[in-house]
């Protein structure tokens, strides 16, 4: 309904102005008391950089569901270390998302269709799950950082998505505040960094990179 969506917009405005100098922490909790009880999730790829946002989700409410894309084509190392880090932080309710197996058999039947059509390939694989599995939601979070560039630079820590709020904690983070987390907490690294990984997705659209590139 229209005045559902101006309602959500209306809220994303108001919390961007109370939270537009806060700390990770502090967008985390004001996540969970403006959305109902177990109506905030949180989306991970448990990729390079995911263990920041999870371990400080796990510091305020660990049993908060976190919704993980199995897209059929990520690398087994991102499987262990999905693994790995749920039980180095306590993470109570990880859902593994998965693609329609009727979708797949129509439209991708020999698992080529990131080969001539990647972007249907992403909607079938991650898309398409991600929007079906966010409708038992009101409000979701993710890992997203200005540091990454392009639309990302003005990344607000509030954005209104469709009728959900869509928080972003890590927005106003820098990459060497991020680092500083990984040492600070000692959290684990994903396996394929010391491989020359900086960034880690489904195993055909990934590839080596410097550190800090991309």
Not at 106 to 111: E, L, S, T, Y
Not at 113 to 130: A, F, G, Q, T, Y
Not at 156 to 163: A, Y
Request: charged share 25%.
């Amino acid at each position: 309904p229209v005045s559902e969506t101006i309602t959500i917009q209306a809220n994303a405005v108001e919390l961007n102005r109370a939270l537009a100098q806060a700390t990770p922490q502090a967008v985390i909790e004001a996540a969970i008391r403006h959305v109902p009880q177990r109506r905030l999730a949180v989306v991970s790829s448990f990729g390079t950089e995911s263990a920041v946002l999870l371990k400080l989700v796990a510091d305020v409410d660990p049993s908060l569901p976190v919704l993980f894309l199995d897209t059929g084509w990520l690398f087994e190392e991102t499987l262990d270390y999905r693994d790995e880090l749920v039980h180095h932080l306590g993470l109570t309710d990880v859902r593994a998302l998965t693609p329609p197996v009727d979708l797949l058999e129509r439209r991708d039947p020999q698992r080529d269709l990131w080969m001539h059509d990647p972007e249907s390939c992403c909607h079938i694989r991650k898309v398409r799950p991600l929007s079906d599995a966010l409708g038992a939601f009101d409000g979701w979070m993710n890992g997203r950082k200005r540091f990454h560039g392009d639309l990302r630079a003005d990344l607000k820590h509030v954005e209104p998505d469709g009728r959900l709020l869509k928080f972003n904690p890590l927005a106003a983070l820098s990459h060497a505040a991020l680092q500083a987390v990984f040492k600070a907490q000692g959290l684990p690294r994903h396996p394929l960094e010391q491989q020359g990984f900086s960034s880690v997705g489904c195993m055909p659209c990934t590839s080596r990179s410097r550190k800090g590139a991309g």
